[in-house]
Antibody, heavy 124, light 108 residues
Protein backbone atom coordinates (compact mmCIF):
# COMPACT_ATOMS: atom_id res chain seq x y z
CA UNK A 1 0.00 0.00 0.00
CA UNK A 2 1.46 3.31 -1.06
CA UNK A 3 1.45 6.11 1.50
CA UNK A 4 2.58 9.72 1.32
CA UNK A 5 3.57 11.62 4.46
CA UNK A 6 3.93 15.39 4.28
CA UNK A 7 6.01 17.61 6.52
CA UNK A 8 6.79 21.29 6.69
CA UNK A 9 5.77 24.52 8.40
CA UNK A 10 2.21 25.74 8.46
CA UNK A 11 3.02 29.44 8.65
CA UNK A 12 5.13 31.41 6.18
CA UNK A 13 5.73 35.15 6.08
CA UNK A 14 4.92 37.14 2.95
CA UNK A 15 7.78 37.29 0.41
CA UNK A 16 9.44 34.24 1.95
CA UNK A 17 9.68 30.66 0.66
CA UNK A 18 7.16 27.91 1.32
CA UNK A 19 8.90 24.53 1.68
CA UNK A 20 7.20 21.14 2.03
CA UNK A 21 8.42 17.57 1.78
CA UNK A 22 6.55 14.41 0.86
CA UNK A 23 7.95 11.06 1.99
CA UNK A 24 6.96 8.04 -0.09
CA UNK A 25 6.46 4.53 1.26
CA UNK A 26 5.42 1.53 -0.82
CA UNK A 27 6.66 2.98 -4.11
CA UNK A 28 9.74 4.70 -5.51
CA UNK A 29 10.17 8.31 -6.54
CA UNK A 30 12.06 6.82 -9.52
CA UNK A 31 9.06 4.74 -10.64
CA UNK A 32 8.56 4.56 -14.43
CA UNK A 33 4.76 4.54 -14.17
CA UNK A 34 4.11 7.33 -11.70
CA UNK A 35 4.52 11.07 -11.45
CA UNK A 36 4.87 12.92 -8.16
CA UNK A 37 2.74 16.00 -7.85
CA UNK A 38 1.82 18.95 -5.68
CA UNK A 39 -1.78 20.15 -5.62
CA UNK A 40 -3.29 22.87 -3.49
CA UNK A 41 -6.83 23.64 -2.39
CA UNK A 42 -8.33 26.93 -1.34
CA UNK A 43 -11.89 28.29 -1.21
CA UNK A 44 -11.11 30.84 -3.90
CA UNK A 45 -9.22 28.63 -6.37
CA UNK A 46 -10.56 25.15 -5.62
CA UNK A 47 -8.22 22.25 -6.36
CA UNK A 48 -5.26 23.50 -8.36
CA UNK A 49 -2.44 21.38 -9.79
CA UNK A 50 0.94 23.07 -9.22
CA UNK A 51 3.58 20.81 -10.68
CA UNK A 52 5.25 17.43 -10.88
CA UNK A 53 8.52 15.55 -11.05
CA UNK A 54 9.05 12.17 -12.64
CA UNK A 55 11.70 9.80 -13.94
CA UNK A 56 11.74 8.31 -17.44
CA UNK A 57 15.42 7.44 -17.96
CA UNK A 58 16.11 10.97 -16.73
CA UNK A 59 14.35 13.45 -14.49
CA UNK A 60 11.63 15.79 -15.76
CA UNK A 61 9.61 18.58 -14.20
CA UNK A 62 6.44 20.36 -15.28
CA UNK A 63 4.88 23.37 -13.60
CA UNK A 64 1.59 25.22 -13.81
CA UNK A 65 1.80 28.51 -15.68
CA UNK A 66 0.30 30.32 -12.69
CA UNK A 67 3.33 29.54 -10.49
CA UNK A 68 6.03 28.65 -13.01
CA UNK A 69 8.33 31.55 -12.13
CA UNK A 70 8.23 30.75 -8.40
CA UNK A 71 8.12 26.98 -8.02
CA UNK A 72 10.67 24.19 -7.77
CA UNK A 73 9.91 20.50 -7.23
CA UNK A 74 12.85 18.23 -6.53
CA UNK A 75 13.15 14.47 -6.09
CA UNK A 76 15.46 12.93 -3.52
CA UNK A 77 16.25 9.33 -4.39
CA UNK A 78 18.36 8.70 -1.29
CA UNK A 79 15.42 9.49 0.99
CA UNK A 80 12.68 8.46 -1.45
CA UNK A 81 10.86 11.74 -1.17
CA UNK A 82 10.14 14.86 -3.16
CA UNK A 83 9.86 18.48 -2.15
CA UNK A 84 8.06 21.68 -3.03
CA UNK A 85 9.50 25.16 -2.84
CA UNK A 86 7.34 28.16 -3.67
CA UNK A 87 9.12 31.49 -3.56
CA UNK A 88 7.90 35.02 -2.91
CA UNK A 89 4.64 33.91 -1.35
CA UNK A 90 1.68 36.23 -0.80
CA UNK A 91 -1.53 35.76 1.19
CA UNK A 92 -3.08 34.40 -2.04
CA UNK A 93 -0.84 31.33 -1.61
CA UNK A 94 -2.64 30.43 1.60
CA UNK A 95 -4.11 26.98 0.99
CA UNK A 96 -4.03 23.33 1.94
CA UNK A 97 -1.15 21.77 0.03
CA UNK A 98 -1.24 18.10 -0.95
CA UNK A 99 1.38 15.85 -2.43
CA UNK A 100 -0.04 13.15 -4.66
CA UNK A 101 0.93 10.32 -6.95
CA UNK A 102 -0.53 10.16 -10.42
CA UNK A 103 -0.36 6.64 -11.73
CA UNK A 104 -0.55 5.91 -15.44
CA UNK A 105 -1.79 2.48 -16.46
CA UNK A 106 -3.06 1.15 -19.80
CA UNK A 107 -3.63 4.55 -21.35
CA UNK A 108 -5.39 6.17 -18.43
CA UNK A 109 -4.30 7.89 -15.24
CA UNK A 110 -5.61 8.82 -11.82
CA UNK A 111 -4.52 10.40 -8.54
CA UNK A 112 -3.90 7.91 -5.77
CA UNK A 113 -2.87 8.27 -3.04
CA UNK A 114 -2.81 11.79 -1.67
CA UNK A 115 -0.77 13.03 1.25
CA UNK A 116 -2.60 14.07 4.38
CA UNK A 117 -2.47 17.77 3.47
CA UNK A 118 -0.73 20.72 5.08
CA UNK A 119 -2.54 23.98 5.74
CA UNK A 120 -0.05 26.71 4.89
CA UNK A 121 -0.97 30.21 5.97
CA UNK A 122 0.91 33.17 4.55
CA UNK A 123 0.86 35.90 7.15
CA UNK A 124 3.22 38.21 8.97
CA UNK B 1 -7.02 24.55 -19.91
CA UNK B 2 -9.88 22.10 -19.98
CA UNK B 3 -12.72 23.35 -17.78
CA UNK B 4 -14.73 20.90 -15.72
CA UNK B 5 -18.21 22.04 -14.68
CA UNK B 6 -19.96 20.13 -11.93
CA UNK B 7 -23.61 20.32 -11.02
CA UNK B 8 -25.22 20.81 -8.67
CA UNK B 9 -22.75 22.60 -6.39
CA UNK B 10 -24.64 21.21 -3.42
CA UNK B 11 -27.59 18.98 -2.69
CA UNK B 12 -29.56 17.77 0.30
CA UNK B 13 -30.57 14.14 0.45
CA UNK B 14 -31.74 11.52 2.90
CA UNK B 15 -30.23 8.18 3.79
CA UNK B 16 -31.40 5.67 1.20
CA UNK B 17 -31.87 8.23 -1.57
CA UNK B 18 -30.43 7.82 -5.04
CA UNK B 19 -28.05 10.67 -5.79
CA UNK B 20 -26.69 11.78 -9.16
CA UNK B 21 -23.87 14.26 -9.75
CA UNK B 22 -22.91 15.52 -13.19
CA UNK B 23 -19.61 16.76 -14.59
CA UNK B 24 -19.22 18.33 -18.03
CA UNK B 25 -15.89 18.82 -19.80
CA UNK B 26 -15.27 21.87 -21.99
CA UNK B 27 -13.88 19.61 -24.72
CA UNK B 28 -13.53 15.94 -25.48
CA UNK B 29 -11.51 14.06 -22.86
CA UNK B 30 -12.25 10.49 -23.83
CA UNK B 31 -12.60 8.41 -20.68
CA UNK B 32 -9.90 10.33 -18.79
CA UNK B 33 -12.27 11.22 -15.98
CA UNK B 34 -11.93 10.35 -12.32
CA UNK B 35 -14.16 10.92 -9.29
CA UNK B 36 -13.03 11.63 -5.73
CA UNK B 37 -14.74 11.88 -2.35
CA UNK B 38 -13.50 14.36 0.23
CA UNK B 39 -14.58 14.55 3.85
CA UNK B 40 -13.90 17.61 6.03
CA UNK B 41 -10.26 17.90 7.06
CA UNK B 42 -9.23 14.95 4.88
CA UNK B 43 -7.55 14.55 1.52
CA UNK B 44 -9.63 13.54 -1.49
CA UNK B 45 -9.98 9.80 -2.02
CA UNK B 46 -10.28 8.05 -5.36
CA UNK B 47 -13.68 6.47 -6.03
CA UNK B 48 -13.86 5.95 -9.79
CA UNK B 49 -11.16 6.01 -12.48
CA UNK B 50 -11.33 5.89 -16.26
CA UNK B 51 -14.90 7.24 -16.17
CA UNK B 52 -16.56 4.08 -14.87
CA UNK B 53 -14.09 1.74 -13.12
CA UNK B 54 -14.66 1.30 -9.40
CA UNK B 55 -11.52 1.68 -7.28
CA UNK B 56 -10.73 -1.36 -5.14
CA UNK B 57 -12.45 -1.19 -1.78
CA UNK B 58 -15.11 1.33 -2.85
CA UNK B 59 -18.67 0.13 -2.16
CA UNK B 60 -20.69 -1.04 -5.16
CA UNK B 61 -23.41 1.54 -4.49
CA UNK B 62 -21.08 3.96 -6.28
CA UNK B 63 -21.18 3.85 -10.06
CA UNK B 64 -20.36 6.18 -12.92
CA UNK B 65 -20.99 6.58 -16.62
CA UNK B 66 -20.10 8.79 -19.55
CA UNK B 67 -21.82 10.21 -22.61
CA UNK B 68 -19.60 12.32 -24.79
CA UNK B 69 -18.30 15.14 -22.62
CA UNK B 70 -20.88 14.49 -19.88
CA UNK B 71 -20.01 12.28 -16.94
CA UNK B 72 -22.24 11.08 -14.12
CA UNK B 73 -21.55 9.75 -10.65
CA UNK B 74 -24.42 7.87 -9.00
CA UNK B 75 -24.84 6.72 -5.42
CA UNK B 76 -27.62 4.16 -5.54
CA UNK B 77 -28.59 4.27 -1.86
CA UNK B 78 -27.02 7.06 0.15
CA UNK B 79 -25.42 5.96 3.42
CA UNK B 80 -24.47 8.14 6.41
CA UNK B 81 -20.76 7.85 5.57
CA UNK B 82 -21.39 9.20 2.04
CA UNK B 83 -22.09 12.76 3.18
CA UNK B 84 -19.07 14.52 1.74
CA UNK B 85 -17.92 16.64 -1.18
CA UNK B 86 -17.38 14.97 -4.54
CA UNK B 87 -15.01 16.15 -7.27
CA UNK B 88 -14.46 15.16 -10.85
CA UNK B 89 -11.01 15.45 -12.44
CA UNK B 90 -9.84 15.19 -16.02
CA UNK B 91 -6.56 13.44 -16.79
CA UNK B 92 -6.66 13.98 -20.55
CA UNK B 93 -4.67 17.18 -20.64
CA UNK B 94 -1.63 16.18 -18.63
CA UNK B 95 0.30 17.52 -16.91
CA UNK B 96 -2.35 20.21 -16.35
CA UNK B 97 -5.01 18.07 -14.68
CA UNK B 98 -8.07 20.07 -13.69
CA UNK B 99 -10.91 19.54 -11.27
CA UNK B 100 -14.57 20.36 -11.09
CA UNK B 101 -15.75 22.80 -8.46
CA UNK B 102 -17.17 20.08 -6.24
CA UNK B 103 -20.61 18.90 -5.15
CA UNK B 104 -21.36 18.95 -1.45
CA UNK B 105 -23.81 16.25 -0.40
CA UNK B 106 -25.58 17.23 2.80
CA UNK B 107 -28.12 15.58 5.06
CA UNK B 108 -31.71 16.62 4.47
Amino acid sequence: QVQLQQSGPGLVKPSQTLSLTCAISGDSVSSNSATWNWIRQSPSRGLEWLGRTYYRSKWYNDYAVSVKSRITINPDTSRNHFSLQLNSVTPEDTAVYYCARIISVAGTNWIDPWGQGTLVTVSS
Amino acid sequence: DIQMTQSPSSLSASVGDRVTITCRASQSIGSYLNWYQQKPGRAPMLLIYAASSLQSGVPSRFSASESGTDFTLTISSLQPEDFATYYCQQGYSTPQVTFGGGTKVEIK
